[in-house]
């Protein structure tokens, strides 16, 4: 889990410098994070992370737990839709939308 929340924070960082390379390079690393702790069926450990100071853990966090806890997942993307910052708020509104529409599997 630590990896996780460490991987999301490090995409933040590279955003915010403008450093694509290293912003994709967290995004494989957070991923591969997400798909180990599915495997072990421990992905309720990310719960907590839904209120996380980093909104980029947060948003990282409600994605991935669409499936697992639903109700504070959705909640926690709704709260983010009206972030105005790169990567949350239309993010956060397209993500919400895509789950609702049923396009988006975990």
């Known amino acids: 889990m630590i990896e ?3 991987e ?3 995409y933040d960082t590279a955003l915010e410098e403008g450093k694509i390379k290293y912003a994709n390079r967290a995004v494989h690393y957070i991923h591969k994070n997400y798909l180990i702790l599915k495997e072990q069926d421990r992905l309720h450990e ?3 992370l839904l209120e996380n100071d980093s909104l980029h853990v947060r948003i990282w966090t409600a994605r991935y ?3 697992v806890a639903t109700a504070q997942a959705e909640r926690t993307l709704k709260q983010l839709e009206n972030v105005r910052r790169p990567g949350i708020g239309l993010s956060a509104t397209v993500t ?3 789950w609702k529409n049923g396009n988006l599997t975990f």
Do not use: V
């Open 8 to 10: 999301c924070k490090k």
């Open 96 to 98: 919400l939308s895509e």
């Open 65 to 67: 737990l669409l499936n």
């Open 46 to 48: 990310l719960i907590p």
């Open 4 to 6: 996780f929340e460490n």
